[in-house]
């Protein structure tokens, strides 16, 4: 089974900073790697797939690059709305998801 | 629009079943996987398994084989989630979400909270 570790665990901004959120496979995924924003009482919604593809609707400040085993989530200037838990999604033969990341306010 | 709507929250004794339903429209229900992942109460998510819609196939994480079993009746638009055996850590929130391609999910029920309490 193919192990994702996002880094950080949390990550404290403040509004118009830059995040940067990291994704690590324990083995090679190609590309087939999303990213999730999930609130509070919610259900997750699809920002990225295949690494670096935006979903429709997703704003232009959500960017994914990498492929193998190492991604990157870049969101370049915060929004309020942004403060969520982020997850990375690979497909090899299974689904796996990440543990999260939490932006906070800081 | 398309859309996936799920049966209400469910209270189980431990050892019961319970089945939730993902009922889907505003696209052909057979062309796309249905995928089920479940959320516990503040953790993160857990890819559970899929079903075709189209041939009933289906295919589960390791953890749950054996526990759970996915079907649907197409008829209705609908599939659904058993899980068996139920046990205090399956307390969770469980989704239905469609498989658009590779790594896309999209759309995701709104969820259905699933509490195992004796």
């Known amino acids: 089974e193919i192990v994702l570790t996002q880094s950080p665990a949390t990550l404290s901004l403040s509004p118009g900073e830059r995040a940067t959120l990291s994704c690590r496979a324990s083995?090679?995924?190609?590309?087939?790697l999303a990213w999730y924003q999930q609130k509070p009482g919610q259900a997750p919604r699809l920002l990225i797939y295949?690494?670096?593809n935006r979903a429709t609707g997703i704003p232009a400040r959500f960017s994914g690059s990498g492929s193998g085993t190492d991604f990157t989530l870049t969101i370049s200037s915060l929004e309020p709305e942004d403060f969520a838990v982020y997850y990375c999604?690979?497909?090899?033969?299974?689904?796996?998801f990440g543990q999260g990341t939490k932006v906070e306010i800081k | 629009q398309v859309q996936l709507v799920q049966s209400g929250a469910d209270v189980k004794k431990p050892g019961a079943s319970v089945k939730v339903s993902c009922k889907a429209s505003?696209?052909?229900?057979?062309?796309?996987?249905m995928h089920w992942v479940r959320q516990a109460p503040g953790q993160g998510l857990e890819w559970m398994g899929w079903?075709?819609?189209?041939?009933?196939?289906?295919n589960y994480a390791q953890k749950f084989q054996g526990r759970v079993t996915m079907t649907r009746d197409t008829s209705i638009s609908t599939a659904f989630m058993e899980l068996s055996g139920l046990r205090s850590d399956d307390t969770a929130v469980y989704y239905c979400?469609?498989?658009?391609?590779?790594?896309?999910?999209?759309?995701w029920g709104q969820g259905t909270l699933v509490i195992v309490s004796s």
């Open positions: 979400a469609r498989l658009e391609m590779t790594t896309k999910f999209d759309p």
């Open positions: 505003g696209y052909t229900f057979t062309g796309y996987y």
């Open positions: 079903i075709n819609p189209n041939s009933g196939d289906s």
């Open positions: 083995q090679s995924v190609s590309s087939y």
């Open positions: 295949d690494a670096s």
């Open positions: 999604l690979q497909r090899s033969t299974f689904w796996t």
